[in-house]
């Protein structure tokens, strides 16, 4: 089986990656504006497409070309964590996800926020990208535009609910479990770097 490296491997800006990440954050305001003041859903679902399918080839063809850069790094889980959080937001306002979902997923986030101090007071910025919070990430991008799919009526509605339902689900189960593994790191992290005394 082949090793990938995920290591830094250039200091370069403009790389095609990085563009598509790019494209994927100025995508976040105009999914706003379809979905919410233009309710133009299809454009929308376009768009939501688009940051699903970007966000598989951005990755893939920095680690084919070896174009991973620190930039990269910062761009492509800050166009995640913005593509999730305004669709949930979206979402919540056109009533396509339940109040209490839309809780669950946020909450994730506000608990490892809550984190994020306890690690800079040992030097740390970040702990590493685990595989579940990816796979967390993946079915949330593929579950949204489903779920926008199956507002309508019809069969292809209909297998857009159960599909896009499925992808929630798992999704969220996953987000979670990379949570509480990211937590177990944080507390490794604390144990292993006690603060330094005054």
């Not at 939501?48 to 070309?65: H, I, N, Q, T, V």
């Not at 292809?156 to 929630?168: N, Y």
């Amino acid at each position: 089986m082949e090793v990938q490296n995920t290591e830094v491997q250039t200091t370069r800006v403009f790389t095609i990656p990085n563009v598509l990440s790019f494209l994927r954050l100025l995508g976040v305001p105009l999914f706003l504006w379809l979905i919410l003041v233009e309710e133009a859903d299809l454009w929308a679902l376009a768009v939501l497409a688009f940051s699903g399918f970007s966000d598989y080839l951005d990755g893939k063809l920095a680690r084919r070309w070896n174009q991973i850069s620190k930039v990269g790094e910062v761009l492509d889980p800050l166009a995640d964590r913005l593509y999730i959080f305004s669709t949930i937001v979206a979402f919540t306002i056109r009533d396509i996800i339940p109040l209490w979902f839309a809780i669950l997923l946020v909450a994730r986030d506000v608990f490892l926020l809550a984190l994020v101090p306890l690690l800079r007071k040992r030097g740390l910025v970040k702990l590493p990208v685990h595989f579940l919070g990816k796979a967390a990430t993946f079915c949330l991008l593929y579950a949204f535009p489903l779920l926008l799919l199956g507002i309508g009526d019809g069969t292809l509605a209909m297998l857009a609910q159960v599909f896009g339902w499925a992808f929630a689900v798992w999704g969220v189960a996953l987000y979670w479990w990379a949570g509480i593994l990211y937590a177990e790191q944080v507390r490794r992290v604390l144990r292993d770097n006690p603060a330094e005394s005054a």
